[in-house]
């Protein structure tokens, strides 16, 4: 099929979304998020989370069927977050895309989360950049990754081996009695502030971690280091502790990728997931890759963090591809990895 519709719904998290796209285009982008419900926790919790879905599903997908101008029987394929995620949370969307799928007669498609994210930038382009290294960065994963094809070839070189960039935001972000979640949060404040005003430690770059953890990180350490300046500086400027984390986050981040795309022959790198919206790792990240002579890729800051619309990308490449859909009745599962891209 050369230019799929493709619905895609996610709800690994906190954002209830639905996207539409034809083939390469996107046409719907509707988010729906529980957020302000979980604020008061400090973080998301998941049995709301659930309800919340469930409550916003028919509606959001009313919605994003009314944007992109199309009717539900138009739909080729379906996509949906099949894992990682929360796993109650994931089942509302299985379940309401599996009964979309089944009454309407179309295939469905149980895709990974985050290799969706990392899809999203194929939307509005028809070049194809693989082979490319990835930087998956989120509010549960950190990983370098190797892209031979979107779609259905992605190696893990390195992973975070104890937070995740996303945590290590919000966390700080609670140290700094910002709101939930803390990325954005911290964005703003360290636009204020100087990045090179403290020297916090960049985890896993020392010489004695290249053999075993090249292409690892750590921000346990870093949020150590924070934690302890805050207690020890009474006088401390917030603005220059957030900007000064950032930058540590962003340097050791992008050192190691740029490292990558290097080290594989790699001309592009993949910029994805929710912290890929920061505007330090954004602007940082052109500069770098510039230096190196190695393409950046990506998506707007918008589709960076969870929605529909890289479900349903990731879904279009697979259909695009000639590869079947998920068999009915296929589960969900909360830890997967990037083990498999699509759910058999
Ligand atoms: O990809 P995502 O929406 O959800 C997961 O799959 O985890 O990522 C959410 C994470 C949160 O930790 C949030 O604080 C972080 O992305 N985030 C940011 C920014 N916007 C969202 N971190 C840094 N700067 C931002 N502007
Ligand atoms: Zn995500």
Redesign the pocket.
Known sequence: MSEPLVLGIET??D?TAVGIVRGRTLLANVISSSVEQHARFGGVVPEIASRAHLEAMQSVIAQAIKEAKVSLSDIDAFGVTAGP?LIGALLVGTSAASGLSLALDKPLYGVN?LSS?LAVDALGSDVDLEPAIGLL?????SSILKVADLASDVEVLGSTIDD????A??KI?RLLALDF????A??RLAQAGNPTAIDFPRGLTHANDREEHLYDFSFSGLKTAVSRYLQQTPAAIRADVAASF?EAVVDVLLTKAIAAALAYGCESLILA???A???R?RAQALLRTEEAGIRLRTPP?AL???NGAMVAALTSLMVQAGQAGSPVGFGADSSSGLERLLWR
Do not use: K, Y
């Open positions: 690994s998290c954002e995620g989360h994210h960065v989120s509010g549960g994963h995740a960039a996303g945590e935001f919000d972000a979640p803390g990325g954005p911290i964005d950032q997931g929710g912290v919206a920061n505007s790792l800051a960076c963090t969870d």
